[in-house]
């Protein structure tokens, strides 16, 4: 009889915490799936991505969230082709794909730096100061119409002579290594290469593109959305944007350690890169910008516009066109 009373206590202490378990897996089950592209490496560009997931913000909205590496040809892809929901990308690369007479069906729902902060970094001993005296020099290009259309722009503005560049074909992953072989110049993003010289303490010399022409002010990276799946699930939009908004707050409000959270998920990283270039960007990625992730229409349409003008696009691109606030948190 005592067995048998003993054996029924056990099972009874036992029944919670099966429920307990069941209720557990249940509520991971019920987590929506879905997969967010990045552009590039790891870096702190994606931060805020890696602290919602890290902190739960994603799991709190019913979100599980796979960060997974580009292919060859971009983010882009991927989220137009509805392999992904959501990805990173930029108004210059997706300049050429929205101006075609069939638009990729993808729009950008998120600018995850307010201003551009890319520009042309050079060696100190290059004594390329603005970008006139880049005449002379070389610099290292991918080849893009875009690309060297703003850096003809911003040469001449500043009174020099862009024939006068030598054209260097190169795709520069490391900017540090770059600059110590033949390398004069080239584009970069300073929170991340621009940093990394500091942190290697590589002399050098930087201007930036939106100091010599307002208009090269665009947005750059930004988040895209397939258009197809936001259409049919706007509330697990606002709900995505609702985490991805709370780990970037996170990442401005705590740069150190949402660097370390970056660098967890990828140990790869240069922890003291990771670290200088969030406590660069903690008070860039919102900036002036009423809040965090708003685009400006004006400063959008006139990138675009100045495109159209100088042939760089074959259609115009209408106003307002590929771009959204509206599933960003109040």
């Given at each position: 009889?005592?067995?048998?009373?003993?054996?029924?206590?056990?099972?009874?202490?036992?029944?919670?915490?099966?429920?307990?378990?069941?209720?557990?897996?249940?509520?991971?089950?019920?987590?929506?799936?879905?997969?967010?592209?990045?552009?590039?490496?790891?870096?702190?560009?994606?931060?805020?991505?890696?602290?919602?997931?890290?902190?739960?913000?994603?799991e709190e909205q019913g979100l599980k969230v796979n960060?997974?590496?580009?292919?060859?040809?971009?983010?882009?892809?991927?989220?137009?082709?509805?392999?992904?929901?959501?990805?990173?990308?930029?108004?210059?690369?997706?300049?050429?794909?929205?101006?075609?007479?069939?638009?990729?069906?993808?729009?950008?729902?998120?600018?995850?730096?307010?201003?551009?902060?890319?520009?042309?970094?050079?060696?100190?001993?290059?004594?390329?100061?603005?970008?006139?005296?880049?005449?002379?020099?070389?610099?290292?290009?991918?080849?893009?119409?875009?690309?060297?259309?703003?850096?003809?722009?911003?040469?001449?503005?500043?009174?020099?002579?862009?024939?006068?560049?030598?054209?260097?074909?190169?795709?520069?992953?490391?900017a540090v290594s770059a600059l110590q072989t033949n390398?004069?110049?080239?584009?970069?993003?300073?929170?991340?290469?621009?940093?990394?010289?500091?942190?290697?303490?590589?002399?050098?010399?930087?201007?930036?593109?939106?100091?010599?022409?307002?208009?090269?002010?665009?947005?750059?990276?930004?988040?895209?959305?397939?258009?197809?799946?936001?259409?049919?699930?706007?509330?697990?939009?606002?709900a995505f944007l609702k985490a991805t908004v709370e780990?970037?707050?996170?990442?401005?409000?705590?740069?150190?350690?949402?660097?370390?959270?970056?660098?967890?998920?990828?140990?790869?990283?240069?922890?003291?890169?990771?670290?200088?270039?969030?406590?660069?960007?903690?008070?860039?990625?919102?900036?002036?910008?009423?809040?965090?992730?708003?685009?400006?229409?004006?400063?959008?349409?006139?990138?675009?516009?100045?495109?159209?003008?100088?042939?760089?696009?074959?259609?115009?691109?209408?106003?307002?066109?590929?771009?959204?606030?509206?599933?960003?948190?109040?």
């Amino acid at each position: 009889m005592k067995k048998i009373i003993s054996i029924l206590l056990i099972f009874t202490l036992l029944l919670p915490l099966s429920a307990c378990g069941g209720k557990e897996e249940t509520k991971s089950n019920e987590l929506k799936e879905i997969t967010f592209v990045l552009d590039w490496t790891p870096n702190t560009n994606h931060t805020g991505i890696y602290v919602a997931q890290e902190k739960g913000f994603y799991e709190e909205q019913g979100l599980k969230v796979n960060i997974v590496q580009p292919p060859e040809d971009g983010a882009e892809s991927l989220v137009a082709g509805g392999k992904a929901e959501y990805g990173v990308s930029f108004q210059d690369i997706m300049a050429t794909a929205w101006s075609k007479e069939d638009p990729l069906p993808i729009t950008a729902i998120l600018a995850i730096i307010n201003h551009n902060t890319s520009g042309i970094l050079s060696g100190k001993d290059k004594n390329i100061l603005s970008p006139k005296d880049m005449q002379g020099h070389n610099y290292a290009t991918w080849d893009d119409p875009i690309e060297q259309a703003i850096l003809k722009n911003v040469i001449e503005k500043d009174g020099g002579d862009f024939s006068k560049v030598e054209m260097l074909p190169s795709t520069v992953t490391d900017a540090v290594s770059a600059l110590q072989t033949n390398v004069d110049s080239l584009w970069v993003y300073y929170a991340w290469d621009g940093i990394a010289t500091e942190v290697k303490e590589v002399p050098t010399n930087y201007f930036e593109f939106i100091d010599i022409n307002p208009v090269f002010d665009y947005y750059s990276p930004f988040i895209i959305g397939n258009n197809k799946y936001m259409e049919e699930h706007p509330e697990e939009v606002k709900a995505f944007l609702k985490a991805t908004v709370e780990g970037y707050t996170f990442a401005m409000e705590h740069p150190e350690e949402a660097a370390e959270i970056l660098c967890k998920a990828n140990p790869e990283i240069d922890e003291e890169l990771a670290k200088a270039s969030q406590v660069w960007l903690a008070d860039k990625y919102q900036e002036d910008a009423p809040r965090f992730g708003e685009f400006d229409k004006d400063r959008w349409n006139n990138f675009y516009q100045w495109l159209w003008e100088e042939k760089l696009i074959e259609r115009e691109i209408e106003q307002d066109f590929g771009f959204t606030n509206e599933f960003l948190p109040e």
